[in-house]
Nanobody, 126 residues
């Protein structure tokens, strides 16, 4: 069983930056693809970005390309989301997710992911 704990959320002005972290425990981290999803108030949870088990393949939703960067540190069992040039529409609860997968390409659908964190709130003011 894998436990995921997100941190780093908060309140930031538009144009600012935040770095989210997700600490994993209870499994072999390097065998998991990792992803970030988000859920804005009144909306469905949506895919943001994912990284494969080795870190050499990443995928981003179009709305965050060029602004967000996902990375992982397999030695520390952590995945990160660097968010720059934040916009009010980025306001959401951000969730870290893990999928046991050796696929060369990370997946983008919720049902692909086996484990989820509790989420961290990101609020971007205009």
């Amino acid at each position: 069983q894998v436990q995921l704990v997100e941190s780093g959320g908060g309140l930031v002005q538009a144009g600012g930056s935040l770095r989210l972290s997700c600490a994993a425990s209870g499994g072999s981290f390097s065998t998991y693809a990792m992803a970030w999803f988000r859920q804005a108030p009144g909306k469905e949870r949506e895919f943001v970005t994912a990284i494969n088990w080795s870190g050499d393949s990443v995928y981003y939703v179009d709305s965050v390309k060029g602004r967000f960067t996902i990375s992982r540190d397999n030695a520390k069992n952590m995945v990160f989301l660097q968010m720059n040039s934040l916009k009010p529409e980025d306001t959401a609860v951000y969730y870290c997710a893990a999928e046991l997968s050796y696929s060369s390409r990370p997946h983008v659908y919720e049902h692909d992911y086996d484990y989820w964190g509790q989420g961290t709130q990101v609020t971007v003011s205009s």
